[in-house]
């Protein structure tokens, strides 16, 4: 459904086509948006409790071919989260080879 710009306040000076704006999600998905049956792999990083348990699960998680942009950012996350440097260090040297390889 849309709903006119005018009861956001948006102003009476707007074009024809651009007096409502979609309300609803627009389906989109495109190669880069993250792969649903992966959330274990995200999940289970972020539930490391130590830098070392991240990394053995993160490169277990690459062998089994189980990663993608997303499970490298969970597992940076992670990383920041808990003030891991050296390991997201390691993460993003992970992620490169991945890319490259």
């Known amino acids: 459904s849309t709903r006119p710009l005018e009861s956001c306040g948006a102003g009476d000076n707007m074009h024809d086509d651009q007096r409502g704006f979609n309300l609803s999600p627009a389906p ?5 948006s993250r792969r649903d049956d992966l959330w274990p792999e995200r999940k289970e990083l972020q539930l490391s409790r130590s830098s070392k348990e ?4 993160l490169r277990c998680a690459q062998q089994a071919g189980r990663v993608d942009p997303s ?19 390691d993460v993003r040297k992970l992620q490169q080879k991945s890319i490259k390889g």
């Open 28 to 32: 989109f998905r495109n190669k880069h």
């Open 71 to 89: 499970v490298f950012g969970a597992a940076m996350q992670r990383c920041g989260q808990s003030y891991w440097w050296e390991a997201l260090l």
């Open 54 to 57: 991240l990394l053995r699960r």
